[in-house]
């Protein structure tokens, strides 16, 4: 039985990702400041701060880890930050550190969540992977400078490997109810009007959590590592598509607010997949419509929670 290593694997993504490979006879450590919202036989839970390289040596000296996968993020391209010293702390000097006891105890491959929503900046096209980076927010800044420093660590270590991931907007259970397609869902739901930032022709590429986890577990078995790629569905959905979707699932009308775009925010971002496709053989993804679906019911659990 092989062994992965979440560093966030009590997040939405992580918690996912944890779900999967245990469902496939692996075994996940996931390290995080809390135990992953799931049980599985296969999991365990390693709670500390990321930046506590002393338990991250403990991790590796107890478990022979196989590969390493970092979905860990403190904070989004849409939150206004204080001092930007803890957020170096955690999402780029704890980054480091961790690659460092990787090679100190000869774990060489490593999976980096990126983002393909926030490191392009503003483009008018579906975007490649080959495109100028040009983030607008510090959230997209910190993404490529571990990308960089992923390359970096490569050159100094050639038999060190890694695959940059850059995801859409990823959405599915055991996600907050805080981005787009779950508050459209909720608000549906109780019949709460919602707050759009922006207008409703914003378009962006939307991937479900399932096809995400398919895409890591199929590049994680290829042979050509030290790649970066682009994981999204490759079709653009508008806020007016999610907001029309919601209220048909949910058989409620949604009013809404209108808002001055937040800054960071870009209004089009759709990506060229075209390489993963070939990578993974892989040409259908979940539609955005099916995918809402799916998730209404986890968002009408946790809606019903949130009423008791």
């Known amino acids: 039985m092989k062994t992965i290593l979440i560093v966030g694997g009590s997040g939405f993504i992580g918690t996912n990702l944890s779900e999967y490979f245990c469902e496939r006879d692996f075994k996940v450590i996931n390290f995080s400041r809390s135990p992953s919202q799931i049980s599985h036989p296969n999991l365990i839970n390693i709670c500390g701060d990321c930046k506590n390289t002393t338990i991250l040596n403990e991790i590796f000296t107890d478990y022979k880890i196989d590969m390493v996968v970092h979905s860990l993020t403190s904070f989004t391209a849409m939150d206004k930050l204080g001092s930007s010293q803890e957020v170096l702390a955690t999402n780029l000097s704890a980054f480091i550190d961790l690659i460092s006891v990787m090679k100190t105890h000869a774990?060489?491959?490593l999976i980096y969540i990126s983002s393909g929503g926030s490191i392009y900046g503003v483009a008018d096209a579906p975007?490649?992977?080959?495109?100028?980076?040009?983030?607008?927010?510090?959230?997209?800044?910190?993404?490529?400078?571990?990308?960089?420093?992923?390359?970096?660590?490569?050159?100094?270590?050639?038999?060190?490997?890694f695959l940059i991931l850059r995801p859409a907007n990823v959405y599915?259970?055991?996600?907050?109810?805080?981005?787009?397609?779950?508050?459209?869902?909720?608000?549906?739901?109780?019949?709460?009007?919602?707050?759009?930032?922006?207008n409703t022709s914003t378009c962006k590429d939307y991937i479900h959590i399932d096809d995400f986890c398919e895409v890591v577990d199929k590049l994680m078995h290829c042979q050509n590592w030290n790649e970066i790629y682009n994981v999204g569905s490759g079709i653009g959905t508008s806020i007016e598509d999610i907001l029309k979707y919601a209220q048909i699932i949910a058989k409620n009308k949604i009013e809404i607010n209108y808002h001055e775009r937040k800054s960071g925010d870009v209004p089009y971002n759709i990506l060229d997949i075209n390489k993963l496709k070939k990578a993974i053989n892989k040409s259908s993804f979940i539609s955005v419509e099916a995918g809402m679906h799916d998730m209404y019911k986890y968002v009408l659990s946790v809606t019903d929670k949130e009423k008791t």
């Open 107 to 109: 774990v060489k491959k």
């Open 127 to 161: 975007i490649k992977e080959t495109h100028d980076i040009s983030p607008v927010s510090f959230y997209g800044w910190m993404k490529e400078s571990c990308e960089h420093y992923l390359e970096f660590a490569s050159r100094l270590d050639p038999e060190f490997k």
């Open 172 to 198: 599915g259970k055991y996600q907050k109810i805080e981005r787009i397609i779950g508050v459209a869902l909720r608000n549906a739901i109780i019949g709460q009007s919602m707050d759009i930032y922006g």
